[in-house]
């Protein structure tokens, strides 16, 4: 939710669904990679925050940072302040690329993770099902399926390794 608040309304370059390269809000993106897998943020908090702004993404004074930390709901303003504080700072000689500059590579690798926690907690609600002999077909069924798209996204992610 970070990258929301910080660059919410700033361009991304993404495919369209033609292959085609377009500049779309980071908001869209987040918002559109989410959903076209039918995943939704966890945290009521960030799932009205990003509902929000999903609908302020068209208005052209739109800016994330400001819209949330002058918000009138005083959570996702408080919330909004939490977000846009650095929390370490590099010493003068340390140089390190901004997140604006990782931004296309840096958000997808932020979803995947993101969507790869998600189903690792369905996963386990699947393992807890298969206690119950009435569910217990069901939710191995589920889970199979889950472990094909956790490997699938770890391998996209290239930094885990799946013990099962």
């Known amino acids: 939710m970070t990258l929301v608040v910080r660059y919410g309304e700033q361009p991304i370059t993404a495919e369209d669904a ?30 009205k925050m990003l509902s929000e702004s999903i609908a302020h993404t068209d208005d052209a004074q739109f800016t994330a940072s400001r819209y949330f930390m002058n918000n009138a709901d005083v959570a996702v303003s408080q919330e909004a302040v939490n977000l846009m504080t650095e929390r370490y700072r590099l010493s003068k000689d340390q140089k390190m690329a901004s997140e604006q500059e990782l931004m296309p590579e840096y958000i997808a690798h932020l979803l995947l993770d993101y969507k790869f926690l998600v189903i690792d907690e369905e996963l386990k609600a699947c393992q807890a099902q298969m206690n119950d002999p009435l569910l217990c077909a069901d939710a191995m069924k589920q889970y199979i399926e889950l472990s094909h798209i956790q490997r699938e996204l770890a391998k996209r992610l290239g930094d885990r390794i799946l013990i099962k």
């Open 18 to 47: 033609d292959g085609n390269t377009v500049n779309i809000p980071l908001i869209r993106y987040v918002y559109d990679d989410l959903t076209a897998d039918g995943i939704s943020l966890q945290t009521p908090l960030y799932r």
